[in-house]
């Protein structure tokens, strides 16, 4: 049996709740630091989904596969990278 990746909403949550503890002051330096850099981690792979998702919306694929910007509602096309 293969078990899931976790979801974006599931990664985001568990990195907010590495803050809140991290926060709080109250966790022992070995497992603050084993948290900040479980922290670090999912925060680079929240930060890769999140670039992912944004050139999938800003980009879509002609029928010889060729990109081309996506069109604002108001017309003009996305700059974002």
Do not use: H, R, W, Y
């Given at each position: ?16 709740n590495i803050v809140a503890q991290l926060e709080k002051g109250d ?55």
């Amino acid at each position: 049996m293969t078990e899931q990746q976790p979801t974006f909403e599931e990664n985001l949550s568990t990195l907010e709740n590495i803050v809140a503890q991290l926060e709080k002051g109250d966790v022992p330096l070995e497992q603050a630091l084993a948290q900040f850099q479980k922290g670090v981690a999912l925060s680079k792979d929240l930060q890769t989904t999140l670039q992912d998702a944004e050139k999938t919306l800003t980009t879509m694929m002609t029928d010889d596969d060729q990109e081309v910007p996506f069109e604002t509602p108001q017309g003009g096309t996305s700059d974002a990278k």
